[in-house]
């Protein structure tokens, strides 16, 4: 993503963030007063005929128990409020509509209300036959009224404080009115006996302790003005009357055997309840037309914040919006001065010099970008980069001096020790001829020879680590038996090595060296850091990418993150601070590099055994097909280096070899089981092989098998078996009874092999 686009982004965030702030705030102030102007809409509509319902009910309601208790002459007053409350159900059921009520829970009261409506004319005809119990009339107007309060107390506005206390005082009001009416309920049960039944004493007890908390409560609650005329109410004559009469009923009462006879002061209470009664109605409807006042002045409040809010919000997203376009170009031009400067930095200015430092010329510093000075955020990333580039260019200059240090000193050394190397080889061949009928002192100059061969390829890993090449003095195809066999050559623990090649695929010659070089420092490790009675084993095959060669040993168990290491080490060039760090252990340094070289893949993972397998993939454009050699005669030529052994063995008397007259892996073995080095081989020296006889599937490669004599008739019986036998020293036999096996196997394929090649030569 481009630091334009980035930039832009920056500005478009918190812009876009500002304006669904603004687009959010102004939508929720739009809600609120949607919602408040549908609640004044409901309030109006039927919040006020449901208060209007509530008064008439509780008048019938009084008038009723009057009549149930005989008082005389409220027949007409009880008609008269009848039709009073059938009006306000009229205009209730008319204007009411519970579906403009946003509450739940006052919908629902709503609807409790309507369809309780419908058994009013039930209840007044079993008032007037006096039919069942006064308190189950009595109990079906409190329902009904219990239920338009809660309506009231349910209804739901925003989250407006003032609204909501106005709500709760409004709401307190109508309870404490209730609960009056209730008391007068109750006194007008007693009638002309003035008489109540015990649990009437105690609900007129209970509305009496209510009442007073109530309208204490409510005190402390509404606004000023109105709390002033509650007041007034509160110290009327009234309802002081109301109180008096309130406390003779509790206090000086009488018990009967009917239940409670109440004192005459209570003939007082009808003149003063429709006094104070009448107040409170009118403080009631006034506390109801302010707070549906008080939500439409909010709303229209929430409509002007709301048209504020969009105007304030629109001209800070304006004013935003510059400053994002003029800092974004002013940056960008700043960075666009700064990037012409690096680019010409990166692309010529670095190349140049680092050519010419690693041409060995002199670098001086007015070719190198120098600091400005500026202040700036900007300038200041221009100064660390001018100084980033002198850093880079010092180490450059360092590391080339490092590198052709390095060159020269591997040169030198590789140089004179390989003289020494060719000079040791040359004298270790002249002393295998020149001795070489004594099998203790052959057995310690092929020792000698092989740790000299060992010598040779740690100075090629010097060469190769140094950024040279090993040379290759092959000039033809190499089988892949031949091959792996020369590679074998290379280690000291030989004879643990068991090879399975193939030979109808061969290697073409400019390759042979590296590959046999990478192959032996493989088996190297592996025979190095396996138990030494385990056997390693080296195979290939022909896939898809080319030829694979895999190696597996019986070692000590790796960790994954161990595999990982190992396998960086093959895939990237290490500096050379990380050589000298890992000095002793170079070899798989090495193969990386030949790995690279050839195009090769190398991977190190967990074998079957347990141990480590390395697979090593070839291309296929290093691969040749194998050409047929022509028949041979009868003795063929052995190749030019033999596989010497891990030890020499104890030297015995053994009887002569007989002359081999086919072809064999191996040069002719002594009585002891040495191979012996041919003279005239030098270091690196061409190495053609002899044709071999394709092995029988199955039968494998393994070092030190003896040769095959050459079948002669009548002659073919070893002198060694027609002469007695030396006895031979306990312990002088070094081979194993798995390298016997081998060698009696190889032993019936070869002959096999040369009696068909004989035939073919009579034929």
């Known amino acids: 993503m481009r630091l334009r686009t980035l930039l832009v982004w920056l500005a478009v965030v918190p812009t876009v963030a500002m304006g669904v702030q603004v687009l959010i705030s102004s939508n929720r102030s739009l809600q609120e007063s949607r919602h408040l102007r549908e609640d004044v809409v409901a309030g109006r509509q039927t919040g006020v005929p449901l208060y209007e319902l509530m008064t008439k009910l509780q008048a019938e309601r009084a008038l009723t128990a009057a009549w149930w208790a005989g008082t005389p002459e409220p027949l007409a007053d009880l008609r008269g409020s009848r039709a009073d409350t059938d009006r ?108 109540l039944t015990s649990a009437r004493f105690g609900e007129f007890v209970q509305a009496v302790g209510a009442g007073d908390y109530l309208y204490d409560t409510i005190l402390r609650d509404l606004p000023a003005d109105d709390a002033e005329v509650l007041r007034q109410i509160l110290a009327s004559d009234a309802w002081q009357t109301k109180s008096r009469v309130e406390k003779a009923v509790v206090s000086d009462h009488r018990d009967v055997p009917s239940g409670v006879a109440l004192p005459p002061y209570v003939r007082e209470w009808r003149i003063a309840h429709d006094t104070f009664s009448a107040q409170l109605r009118t403080l009631d409807e006034t506390e109801l037309r302010e707070l549906l006042g008080h939500a439409d002045d909010q709303a229209a409040a929430l409509d002007r914040e709301v048209a504020l809010l969009v105007a304030a919000g629109g001209a800070a997203l304006l004013l935003v919006i510059a400053v994002v376009v003029f800092t974004t170009r002013s940056v960008m031009r700043r960075l666009r001065e700064l990037h012409d400067r690096t680019v010409t930095i990166a692309e010529k200015t670095l190349p140049d010099v680092v050519a010419r ?71 270790t061949e002249h002393l295998q001829d020149a001795f070489g009928q004594d099998e203790a002192l052959l057995a310690d100059l092929m020792r000698s020879d092989q740790l000299t061969v060992g010598m040779r390829r740690q100075i090629e890993n010097l060469l190769i680590l140094s950024g040279g090449e090993i040379p290759d003095p092959h000039t033809e195809p190499m089988r892949i038996a031949d091959l792996l066999r020369e590679a074998a050559a290379e280690v000291e623990d030989f004879r643990r090595i068991d090879r399975h090649a193939l030979d109808e695929t061969s290697v073409e010659p400019g390759v042979i060296s590296q590959l046999s070089h990478l192959l032996a420092e493989l088996l190297d490790n592996a025979t190095r850091f396996s138990p030494p009675a385990t056997r390693v084993a080296i195979r290939s095959e022909l896939v898809p990418d080319g030829l694979c060669i895999e190696i597996d040993d019986r070692g000590p168990r790796v960790t994954p993150e161990r595999y990982e290491e190992m396998n960086g080490r093959l895939h990237s060039a290490p500096p050379y601070s990380v050589l000298a760090e890992n000095a002793h252990r170079l070899g798989l340094f090495v193969v990386g590099h030949l790995a690279d070289q050839l195009g090769a893949r190398v991977t190190l993972r967990r074998s079957a055994f347990g141990g480590t397998s390395a697979v090593v993939i070839v291309p296929g454009e290093h691969l040749v097909e194998t050409r047929e050699p ?75 098998r003896p040769a095959l004599p050459e079948r002669r008739p009548q002659t073919h019986i070893a002198r060694q078996l027609r002469e007695p036998r030396a006895a031979e020293p306990a312990g002088g036999d070094a081979a194993t009874p798995e390298e016997v096996a081998d060698a009696w196997a190889d032993y019936e394929d070869s002959t096999r092999q040369v009696e068909l090649e004989l035939r073919g030569d009579q034929s």
């Open 88 to 195: 306000a159900v009229a205009a209730f059921l008319k204007s009411s509509d519970p579906g403009q009520v946003r509450s739940d829970g006052s919908k629902q009261h709503i609807e409790e209300v309507t369809r309780r409506l419908g058994d009013l004319g039930a209840q007044r005809a079993r008032a007037d036959a006096r039919h069942g119990s006064p308190d189950d009339t009595v109990d079906y107007y409190t329902g009904v009224i219990g239920e338009t309060i809660r309506s009231y107390a349910d209804f739901k506005h925003v989250d407006d404080g003032g609204l909501i206390q106005e709500r709760s005082s409004l709401v307190a009001l109508f309870s404490a009115a209730e609960v009056v009416a209730r008391e007068d309920t109750v006194l007008a049960l007693a009638g002309p006996s003035g008489k």
């Open 357 to 427: 430092l690693q041409s060995g010329q002199a670098i001086g510093t007015d070719a190198l970008p120098q600091p400005r000075g500026e202040q700036d955020e900007v300038g200041l990333i221009s100064d660390a980069f001018a100084r980033v580039v002198a850093v880079s260019v010092e180490g450059h200059r360092k590391l080339a001096d490092e590198r052709h240090g390095f060159g020269v000193f591997a040169s030198g050394i590789a140089s004179r020790t390989g003289n020494l190397v060719s000079r040791q080889l040359a004298l």
């Open 630 to 704: 022509a028949a041979a005669p009868a003795k063929a030529l052995a190749p030019a280096k033999a596989l010497p052994p891990a030890k020499a063995p104890e030297p015995r008397e053994a009887p002569a070899p007989v002359k081999p007259s086919g072809p064999a892996d191996d040069p002719p073995p002594t009585t002891a089981g040495l191979p012996r080095r041919r003279r005239g081989e030098q270091v690196r020296s061409a190495r053609i092989p002899a044709p071999e006889v394709p092995p029988v599937a199955g039968s494998g490669d393994v070092p030190a």
